[in-house]
C-alpha cells in the first residue's frame, strides 16, 4: 500500500508498469535500454479513492487521462529504470494529493458604500482629465 493522504492509501497493484525505451541524448546506452517508464492508473475503477477526489482527479488530468478513465504518466529523465519510476509515481502521487484537497466554496459579496462612493469618485476625476484635454467648442 501506498500512502498518499492519511485518509486516501493506495494499493500497488493498481498501477500497471510498463518499460520503453526512452527518446533523446544517450548515445549507445539508449539504444540498448529500456529504462523509460510508463505507469496507468485507472481513477474510474479504482477502489481506493472516495468519489468527489475521483472526480478532481480526472478534471485536473488533462491530457494524460486517456477517454477510458486511466491516467497515462511517462518519466523518461534519469538513466535508470528505477529512478524513472519512482519520479512517475510521484508525479502520479502528487496529482492526488492535489484532487485530494477539497476547493474552498466562494461566498458571494456586495461591495460597501464607501468602496462605491469612491469608485464613483475617481470616475467623475478622470472624466474631468479626458474633458480638458478636448478642444472649446466655439459657437
Given at each position: 500500500?501506498?500512502?498518499?493522504?492519511?485518509?486516501?492509501?493506495?494499493?500497488?497493484?493498481e498501477i500497471e508498469e510498463s518499460f520503453v525505451r526512452a527518446s533523446g541524448p544517450g548515445g549507445q546506452h539508449v539504444n540498448k535500454v529500456s529504462s523509460a517508464v510508463q505507469i496507468r492508473f485507472d481513477v474510474r475503477r479504482s477502489p481506493s479513492l472516495p468519489n468527489e477526489v475521483a472526480i478532481r482527479l480526472m478534471?485536473?488530468?488533462g491530457s494524460r487521462l486517456t477517454q477510458d478513465g486511466v491516467i497515462v504518466i511517462v518519466?523518461?529523465?534519469?538513466?535508470?529504470?528505477?529512478?524513472?519510476?519512482?519520479?512517475?509515481?510521484?508525479?502520479l502521487l502528487e496529482l492526488i494529493r492535489a484532487a485530494a484537497i477539497r476547493p474552498a466554496v466562494r461566498r458571494a459579496t456586495k461591495p460597501t458604500k464607501a468602496s462605491k462612493e469612491r469608485r464613483l469618485a475617481s470616475k467623475e476625476k478622470r472624466s474631468g482629465v479626458k474633458a480638458g484635454r478636448q478642444k472649446p467648442v466655439s459657437d
Open positions: 500500500m501506498i500512502q498518499v493522504t492519511p485518509s486516501i492509501a493506495i494499493d500497488e497493484s478534471k485536473q488530468a518519466a523518461q529523465a534519469h538513466r535508470s529504470q528505477k529512478r524513472n519510476r519512482e519520479e512517475a509515481v510521484e508525479r
